[in-house]
C-alpha cells in the first residue's frame, strides 16, 4: 500500500520534480541521474514521512538536499569551478523560460531555492520550515533577493 501512495504522491508532484532538476543541472544526462537520485533518496525517507508537513514541501526538501550535494560532487570534481551556465548577457529574443533560467543563475542554490518556492506560492514559514532557516531572515532574505531580480530583469 505504501508503494502505490508514493507513487501516487511522486506522480502528483512531477512538475516540482522538474523544476529543481531543471534548476541544479545542466546536461540531460545530468538531470536524469538527478531526478532518480531524488526518486531514491525520497523512497528512503518516505517510511518517516508523518504529513506533518505537505507532501511537497517534504519532497522539495529532499530533492533540494540531493541537488546541493550534487552540485558540491560536481564542484569538487571540476578543482572547485563550476562550469559556466548558460549564456553571458541576457538577449531580446530569449524566451521567457530562458530568461528566468539567466536570472536564476546569478544567484546562489540556496537563494534560487528561495525565489523558485516563492514562485510556487509557498508561504514564507513553509520555506523557512523546508530549508530550516529563521522565519525572519527568510523573509528580509526574499526582499533582497526580489531587489535584485528587479535589477537583473526589469
Known amino acids: 500500500m505504501a508503494e502505490r501512495e508514493f507513487i501516487q504522491q511522486i506522480q502528483a508532484h512531477q512538475g516540482l520534480l522538474n523544476k529543481l532538476v531543471y534548476l541544479y543541472a545542466e546536461a540531460l544526462e545530468d538531470r536524469q541521474d538527478l531526478h532518480q537520485e531524488i526518486l531514491l533518496q525520497a523512497w528512503k525517507a518516505y517510511p518517516q514521512f508523518r504529513g506533518t508537513a505537505r507532501f511537497s514541501t517534504w519532497l522539495y526538501r529532499i530533492g533540494l538536499n540531493v541537488a546541493l550535494t550534487s552540485l558540491t560532487r560536481t564542484k569538487r570534481g571540476r578543482g572547485g569551478v563550476l562550469p559556466a551556465d548558460g549564456p553571458s548577457a541576457p538577449a531580446a529574443d530569449f524566451e521567457a523560460q530562458d530568461r528566468l533560467r ?22 514564507n514559514e513553509e520555506i523557512a520550515d523546508s530549508l530550516g532557516l529563521n522565519h525572519g531572515a527568510v523573509r528580509t532574505r526574499l526582499h533582497r533577493l526580489r531587489q535584485r531580480v528587479e535589477q537583473l530583469w526589469p
Open 102 to 123: 539567466y536570472v536564476l543563475q546569478q544567484f546562489s542554490p540556496v537563494d534560487r531555492t528561495l525565489l523558485v518556492m516563492t514562485m510556487e506560492g509557498y508561504a
